[in-house]
């Protein structure tokens, strides 16, 4: 690897993939925590179907919140691999992909949110209507986790990236990485030891923590004079 050299290109790149990351934030944290969380309650189906009909708008805009929150992510993943194919062309375009399919993932995971509504609403032709929908609820959850599993490889990646760079102090990259573990081993956890999960999920913390420096940091990175 060879550091970077700074170019308008390159800090222009950068301050364009820090307002991407910021919508990012913004939008993945507004959907899930803010507009859907308060919704859904994975042990009470029947509340969770009630709360959701009697707030339709704000089901709908989470579900906007992570569209727009997709489309970031692809432009995102993009702007990083031009900033960073100079240094690292093989590590730079492994970082893209796994991004991408993360994105993909969390996509698509999203017919489970649009099918859990209509299946709320066409209670006439559904039995269990609650109990059903809950399951697509739960699916979208598994499909989230199963995508911030790549996102956690991405994340290792541009941890190496960001600390090899030249460009950026090494602790954002040591962030990162951290990131990254948490990342896959929250995931992990999801999947294979749910008792486990909820004790590990302040660790996230550290991932917001470490995404939003980086984040502003791509933001203020300044041209050559």
């Excluded at 960073?84 to 991004?99: D, E, I, Q």
Aim: charged share 10%; aromatic share 10%.
């Amino acid at each position: 690897m060879t550091a970077l050299k700074l170019t308008h290109d390159l800090a222009r790149n950068a301050r364009f993939a820090g307002l991407f990351y910021l919508v990012i934030i913004v939008t993945g944290l507004g959907a899930e925590l803010g507009l859907r969380a308060p919704l859904i309650d994975f042990g009470d189906a029947e509340a969770t179907a009630a709360a959701i009909l009697a707030a339709p708008g704000r089901f709908r805009l989470a579900i906007a919140a992570d569209l727009v929150m997709a489309l970031s992510d692809a432009g995102l993943a993009i702007l990083l691999y031009l900033i960073f194919r100079a240094m690292a062309p093989g590590l730079a375009l492994s970082a893209m992909v796994f991004r991408l399919i993360q994105t993909v993932l969390i996509a698509a995971s999203l017919m489970a949110l649009l099918t859990a509504w209509l299946v709320l609403t066409r209670t006439d032709a559904l039995p269990n209507t609650p109990t059903l929908a809950l399951v697509f609820f739960d699916l979208h959850a598994h499909g989230y986790d199963l995508g911030l599993v790549f996102f956690g490889v991405n994340s290792l990646i541009m941890g190496l990236l960001v600390w090899r760079s030249g460009l950026f102090a090494r602790l954002f990259g040591a962030g990162l990485a951290i990131a990254g573990l948490v990342y896959i081993v929250g995931s992990g956890l999801r999947f294979f030891a749910p008792d486990w999960s909820p004790a590990f999920m302040p660790a996230y913390g550290l991932t917001i923590l470490a995404e939003t420096a980086f984040c502003l940091r791509l933001m203020v990175q300044k041209g050559p004079r």
